[in-house]
Antibody
Framework: EVQVVESGGGLVQPGRSLRLSCTASGLIFGDYAMSWVRQAPGKGLEWVGFIASKAYGESKNYGASVKGRVTISRDDSKTIAYLQLHSLKTDDTAIYYC???????????WGQGTLVTVSS | SYELTQPPSVSVSPGQTATISCSGDALPKQYVYWYQQKPGQAPVLVIYKDSERPSGIPERFSGSSAGTTVTLTISGVQAEDEADYHCQSADTSANYWLFGGGTKLTVL
């Protein structure tokens, strides 16, 4: 059974940075692309960014609302991926999910998410 | 900017058929993926590549595509199908995803 777990959420002040972590078991971590998706309270899903598997050069791309403030990385040896978001705004308040997909075009496996609240 | 458009809400009675549309200009060239999300839970993939069903997803879930509109159909709706449904497209050359606004399915 595949299990995906996000961590690192919490209350953060505007302007600060955060790093979220995502681990997965039950799959060959290095074979999968990974995306971060967020959901603001009562809103729909918003794609944050993507990192391909090593076989595809670990290429990355980011959503317009976070571009320039975000970095996604992965360490396949530790089966962990990260989302770093800087210069946090209140609009960044959301549940952050990581999702794994074999081909990078969808989220086949999702975690339960971690809540980030940006507030002073 | 490019968008995917879904109806905000759809209501059906148990046993009837629910259809949820997702429209976007790029959809003739991009696949659509559908996720079911129940309150307080993570999204679950129910349809991939417009019309393929992952293992473990009931046969009553199906998908179809026609031009700029992709449709999720739930035949013989059950109370447990009440959820939000999100469509998602992927520009695989750019490694870019886009979500629709989501549709709340209410089972009357």
């Amino acid at each position: 059974e595949v299990q995906v777990v996000e961590s690192g959420g919490g209350l953060v002040q505007p302007g600060r940075s955060l790093r979220l972590s995502c681990t997965a078991s039950g799959l060959i971590f290095g074979d999968y692309a990974m995306s971060w998706v967020r959901q603001a309270p009562g809103k729909g899903l918003e794609w944050v960014g993507f990192i391909a598997s090593k076989a595809y050069g670990e290429s990355k791309n980011y959503g317009a609302s976070v571009k320039g403030r975000v970095t996604i990385s992965r360490d396949d040896s530790k089966t962990i991926a990260y989302l770093q978001l800087h210069s946090l705004k209140t609009d960044d308040t959301a549940i952050y999910y990581c999702a794994f997909g074999a081909y990078g075009d969808s989220g086949d496996y999702w975690g339960q998410g971690t809540l980030v609240t940006v507030s002073s | 900017s490019y968008e995917l458009t879904q109806p905000p809400s759809v209501s059906v009675s148990p046993g009837q058929t629910a259809t949820i549309s997702c429209s976007g200009d790029a959809l003739p060239k991009q696949y659509v993926y559908w996720y079911q999300q129940k309150p307080g839970q993570a999204p679950v993939l129910v349809i991939y590549k417009d019309s393929e069903r992952p293992s473990g997803i009931p046969e009553r879930f199906s998908g179809s595509s026609a031009g700029t509109t992709v449709t999720l159909t739930i035949s013989g709706v059950q109370a447990e199908d009440e959820a939000d449904y999100h469509c998602q497209s992927a520009d695989t050359s750019a490694n870019y995803w886009l979500f629709g606004g989501g549709t709340k399915l209410t089972v009357l």
